[in-house]
């Protein structure tokens, strides 16, 4: 996703809370890595491997000139003839250690052998960070987490037996979310020296129905 399929995700977004979560789960990533990179150690679930935010962020690391944003993405399964930086096992994390940080990113249950590797790590002085859906043992881990629940995470401007809304600010309308669009937004807040300033003009379907054929663009050749 370019810079400019990220500003138009952030318009559609201008009023509800993903925004400021976002970026605040952001700003812990950036400052928990260091200008070497290697040290950001990225890791999906046996079912489900980061792809799209691990060549994100290889972006970002470049633009920014914040090389430790550059991460090792981590593997359950290393196939056959697999590059070297596509070939790095669980073990890697059994060696992350204080100024390192271990990313996970699980949309389902983590399952016990990573928690079991991302315990070791915390344990050794690296940095954890989540994303997922609300595991409680990995957010026990987890230095700071960011939950993107198994529902799409709707967010309402009011609870659902609220009753009727006549004049309901169209900017707080449900505004479905998931894990592909949090990681494209975290990636790009981690990679920014500033905040960009909100833009609030259009309403919420309106600019939801700009973005939808936007959202899907393939990782780089690195990846």
């Not at 590059?83 to 096992?89: E, F, I, K, N």
């Amino acid at each position: 996703m370019d810079a400019v399929r990220v500003a138009l995700l952030r318009e559609v977004l201008a009023g509800t809370e993903w925004l400021q979560t976002t970026r605040s789960f952001a700003g812990s990533l950036r400052a928990s890595v260091h200008r070497r990179p290697g040290g950001l150690l990225l890791v999906g679930t046996r079912g489900y491997e980061p792809w799209h935010l691990a060549a994100h962020l290889d972006d970002e690391a470049a633009w920014s000139g914040l090389t430790g944003l550059s991460p090792t993405l981590v593997r359950f399964r290393i196939p056959a003839g697999a590059p070297a930086h596509l070939a790095v096992g669980l073990r890697r994390l059994e060696t992350a250690r204080r100024g390192e940080t271990v990313f996970v990113v699980s949309p389902e249950a983590p399952g016990a052998a990573l928690l079991e590797r991302v315990a070791d790590a915390r344990g050794a002085g690296a940095t954890v960070l989540a994303m997922d859906a609300g595991d409680p043992g990995l957010h026990g881990l987890a230095h700071d987490a960011l939950t993107v629940p198994p529902e799409a995470a709707a967010v309402r401007a009011q609870e659902p037996d609220a009753g009727p809304r006549p004049e309901a600010d169209p900017r707080r309308e449900t505004a479905p979310m998931g894990m592909d669009l949090l990681q494209h937004l975290v990636a790009a807040a981690a990679g920014e020296n500033s905040l960009p300033a909100a833009r609030r003009h259009g309403s919420f379907r309106d600019r939801l129905a700009r973005l939808a054929d936007q959202l899907t663009s393939p990782p780089p050749a690195r990846w």
